[in-house]
């Protein structure tokens, strides 16, 4: 089945490739996938085998999609009506076995998820989810629509994400947990109902946070969390701290930008 390919890409030849794809150099096609017209196919990409692409796909550089992954079909909302959407993905990512991803609903809008991420097994990640960098969803983690994860941020197995939440970056979701609220960024939480359990210290000095700013993450954690005030008056507290430190800030900006309210 031709293609619009360079050199060195190699295609299984049960594999169906619509002329219309573009696959970069040295794309590996494995056994009985299926890539429609409209999918984009960065530099080195592995498809395992058992794979469907379709829709407007937009792939970057060196990810590896291992069997049965689904991506691009049309998203899970009653409100689409077929009109072109996108599913972009960046580089380096690992989506492992049937994994599901939806690209936005309305026109031109877009599903993202960033660079070195890893989606395990059975994962869903439906229509207008943005991810960012070096995020984990574990086995069977269920993002409703218009979910946004930030950098670094882990889900543990088995966790539903209510739709339009949002998870901060460097959290740590414990498994089996259902998020029906915004989740601040550096916490860990866990249970059924969620409940804050404290800041990811082990993450963030895992990556290099300097004794300064997590000291101020933590006076930042307790106004919100340990001083008895409700967010709206934490908020307040935290704009009077004068915070120079950008996490710290950080954590202002998105509590202050809640729309479901945050995890108690």
Known sequence: MKASMQKDTNIH??????????????????????????????????????IRIEGCVRMGEGNHIFHGAA????????????????????????????????????????TVIGD??????????????????????????????????????????LTPVHQFTRIGAHCFVGGGSRV?????????????????????LVGIQRRGFSAESIEAIKKAYRIIYRSGLNTSQAIIQLEEANFDDPHALHMLDFVRRSERGISK
């Open 116 to 157: 070195h991420c890893l989606i395990m097994a059975y994962a869903h990640v439906a229509h207008n989810c943005v991810l960012g960098d070096r995020v984990i969803l574990a086995n069977a983690v269920q993002l409703a629509g218009h979910v946004t994860i930030e950098d670094h941020a882990i889900l543990g197995g």
């Open 13 to 50: 030849p049960s594999a169906i490739v619509d002329p219309a794809a573009k696959l970069g150099a040295g794309v590996q096609v494995g056994p009985f996938c299926i890539i429609e017209a409209g999918a984009e196919i960065g530099d080195g990409c592995i498809l395992d085998s058992n």
């Open 180 to 200: 029906p609220q915004d989740v601040p960024p550096y916490i860990r939480a866990a249970g059924n109902p969620l409940v804050v359990a404290g800041l990811n």
């Open 71 to 110: 991506l691009g079909g049309p998203p899970q909302d009653l409100k689409y009506s077929g009109e072109p959407s996108i599913l972009r993905i960046g580089n380096s990512n690992s989506i492992r076995e049937y994994v599901t991803m939806n690209p936005g609903t309305a026109a031109g809008e877009e």
